[in-house]
């Protein structure tokens, strides 16, 4: 239970409600760690260089600035003697890729640079530890597109010899020009003086559609790969991948004979690949000789996130099925690089084990996830509400958990591997009333990896007066699930001070996808409305991650109707325990979350005071035709995906029959709606359908129209002004 003293009065007023929103947006979030080379003293002492890389939003600037600091550690063997920050936090400017070398003495930059005139160039950088030894100018040389810099294909790797970088950048176009344009032809003598032929640009080509990778993958198209000879400075763009797969997350064969990659099938559509795991690819090797390109994983299923062993013997990845949820549970799956044999290392889970693991759910592995001895691997991954961090071992296929046991004595409540290097392993740590903090511990010996200890390179301290914990909850009998029956789900509660008499005003919070989850982090908008006076319930509904895959497979065909009622159920309990005050119940979600919210106001229109949707679905069948994800419509609504599936009546009307449109004429509720101009994965029109019912029954409704922003919302300016918009909703509604 919650302590119980006083409770702290909602603030109201705008400018106050700013100057939080400020102090709490300062709290940076750490977005890399690397493990500097050993140093062994003329003593014996040892001590290393970690280097970290923190992301800060800078209001006044509107972006997201971008910094690094270093610490030094002292250690003894597997015992840590001394840790401290070595010097101040500096800025990066204009990096969007970097990478050290396997001895850690070299390191790769890839840098945007815009000249005087406005013109954008990329440049791939080679320091050393005292300075640039080479910078060359990508565009200039001209032999690709932009490199690509995501997390879905993007890479920056140094061979193992550490004389050729691999990377990942759109394929070079062909020069185009209208029917109508003219250039003079080049005389004889020009050409001979000119070695290399000019390309003749391709006629009336200039607006032939070239299909991208979807939300967030804008003009991603066509990747390969490409390789750079440090001494030379040459740029090979590989050839012998397959014309019907994009290849991306590669990385260097063992010996540097070639390269390894996951190649997406892309062939016949690109469905949108932000947050879908499911679709098809596979892992592949293309030899660098012969050109000679082989699959080494199943040619059916998803594969993603490909990791090489340090003794450079096997390969391990995630595996899971192609259709069906965009995010599934995964195995782990691992490739012999010299018997050829494929074997599962940890297989999906249906339903949580005794021990309660419950499967894993990342969307990536850590760069570094290997122990030292080839044997263990390590992965962070939601389990149940919270994110966990697991030792796999891959003869036995035992998981055990490093974190969970210090749940009870330590404030964080979710861990993020960053780096692990000759056992020595960097993570980061949160939960939702205590910013994210450094700490570092040795992985002990196989079978003691219990027996870890932590410790801080960057202690943060938890917000007081803001207190939270995890509520399970069972659905009544008529609300359980044939198919699935017995199965709960979970909500994280955050409180406001230390409740007395007078209970907070609620914002209930479901998570989209739907198959995603919270976990029990830092995330700023509930630890900033808490701040606020209110109290915040996240909910993760039957579906979600973390829970085992029969919870996710319970969902589709029943959303609108089992997502909904958990999600009203979870707010009931909540009321019903006097956590919160009934008068004063608001809603919020993004996407499927504001699907939910969007249903939740037609379904119960005397429950909620007041409704907040961002980029929300609110009419699946409309939705076919403007995403990038077609198949989300199809699977959510009970049915299987095709390609080559055209809309019938039965299917629209199924579609239609699960919408939030549907109850538009009971809402009742005042509804703020939040829109992304550039949102391909929720068109906009989604929004606007709802706001012009929503008017045309004279239910207050505002709408706020954010260009050049995708589905995320998340520019800086954007997701500031979003708050206080949202905030000052809730107040004016209280």
């Not at 319970?554 to 958990?566: E, F, H, I, R």
Request: charge should be negative; charged fraction near 20%; aromatic fraction near 10%.
């Amino acid at each position: 239970m919650f302590k119980s003293t006083s409770f702290i009065k909602v603030v109201t007023n705008a400018k106050e409600i700013a100057g939080i929103y400020k102090e709490l947006s300062k709290f940076p979030s750490l977005s890399k760690a690397c493990i500097g080379p050993e140093v062994i003293s003329q003593y014996g002492g040892k001590h290393c260089n970690i280097y970290t890389e923190w992301s800060q939003r800078d209001l006044e600037r509107a972006e997201q600035v971008k910094f690094c600091r270093q610490y030094i550690m002292f250690y003894d063997e597997d015992s840590i003697v001394y840790t401290g920050p070595s010097g101040n936090c500096t800025e990066l400017q204009g990096e969007l890729l970097s990478r050290e070398s396997p001895s850690g003495f070299l390191k790769a930059v890839l840098r945007d640079h815009t000249n005087k005139k406005g013109e954008e160039k990329q440049f791939l950088e080679i320091w050393n530890k005292n300075s640039k030894e080479k910078s060359i100018n990508l565009t200039a040389l001209d032999k690709h597109g932009k490199v690509y810099e995501d997390d879905q294909f993007g890479c920056l790797v140094w061979s193992h010899s550490e004389t050729h970088i691999l990377y990942i950048a759109e394929k070079k176009r062909p020069k185009v020009e209208s029917f109508f344009q003219t250039k003079p032809e080049l005389s004889v003598n020009e050409e001979d003086e000119d070695s290399i032929k000019p390309e003749k640009p391709v006629k009336g080509d200039q607006f032939v559609y070239w299909e991208d990778w979807g939300e967030a993958l804008v003009k991603k198209t066509t990747p390969v790969l490409c390789v750079l000879d440090i001494e030379s400075t040459n740029i090979s763009v590989l050839e012998g991948i397959p014309e019907h797969l994009s290849p991306g997350q590669a990385f260097w064969a063992p010996n540097d004979t070639g390269i390894i990659f996951v190649g997406w099938d892309h062939e016949p559509q690109r469905l949108g690949r932000v947050y879908c795991t499911n679709r098809k690819s596979g892992l592949y090797y293309v030899d660098l000789t012969g050109g000679n390109c082989v699959e080494l994983s199943s040619p059916t299923n998803a594969v993603w996130s490909p990791r090489l062993s340090p003794d450079k013997c096997r390969i391990v990845y995630f595996e899971g099925d192609t259709g069906g949820p965009h995010h599934q549970c995964s195995r782990l799956c691992m490739y012999d690089w010299y018997t050829k044999m494929t074997s599962t290392v940890v297989e999906i889970v249906t339903r949580p084990n005794e021990d309660g693991f419950t499967g894993i759910y990342s969307l990536a592995l850590a760069h570094n996830c290997w122990a030292m001895d080839s044997q263990r691997i390590l992965i962070d991954t939601p389990q149940r509400s919270r994110q966990d961090l697991l030792i796999i071992n891959i003869t036995t296929g035992s998981v055990t958990s490093l974190t969970s046991g210090k749940f009870l004595s330590s404030n964080a409540g979710s861990w993020t591997l960053l780096d692990i290097h000759q056992d020595l392993m960097v993570v980061t740590c949160s939960s939702p009333n205590c910013p994210p903090s450094l700490k570092v511990g040795f992985l002990p010996a196989a079978g003691k990896e219990q027996g870890i200890t932590w410790v801080a390179l960057d202690e943060a301290e938890p917000l007081p007066g803001i207190e939270w914990k995890i509520l399970t909850f069972t659905p009544p009998f008529e609300q359980q699930n044939p198919k699935f029956p017995a199965m709960d789900f979970e909500g994280i509660l955050l409180m406001p001070g230390e409740r007395k008499e007078v209970a907070p005003p609620v914002v209930v919070w479901p998570h989209g996808g739907p198959h995603s989850a919270f976990t029990a982090e830092w995330m700023l908008y509930p630890v900033t409305l808490c701040r606020l006076g209110f109290a915040v319930l996240l909910i993760n509904y039957r579906g979600s991650s973390g829970f085992g895959q029969d919870s996710i497979c319970s969902l589709p065909g029943n959303v609108g109707s089992q997502d909904v009622k958990d999600v009203q159920f979870s707010a009931e309990h909540v009321l019903k325990e006097r956590f919160a005050d009934a008068s004063n119940v608001f809603i919020i979600g993004g996407s499927h979350g504001g699907f939910l919210a969007s249903h939740l106001v037609g379904q119960y229109p005397e429950f909620y005071k007041a409704c907040v949707t961002r980029n929300p679905v609110i009419n699946i069948a409309s939705m076919l035709g403007t995403t990038d994800i077609p198949d989300w419509c199809t699977v959510e609504a009970g049915f299987e995906y095709t390609a080559d599936q055209l809309p019938t009546p039965p299917l629209l009307e199924a579609m239609l029959n699960k919408s939030p449109i549907t109850n538009a004429s009971q809402v009742k509720s005042p509804v703020l709606i939040m829109l992304g101009e550039k949102d391909k994965r929720v068109h906009p029109s989604q929004g606007l359908e709802f706001y012009r019912a929503l008017k045309a029954r004279d239910v207050p409704v505002r709408l706020l129209w954010y260009p050049d922003n995708n589905h995320s919302l998340s520019k800086v300016d954007t997701e500031a002004d979003a708050f206080m918009n949202i905030v000052l909703w809730f107040v004016k509604h209280l």
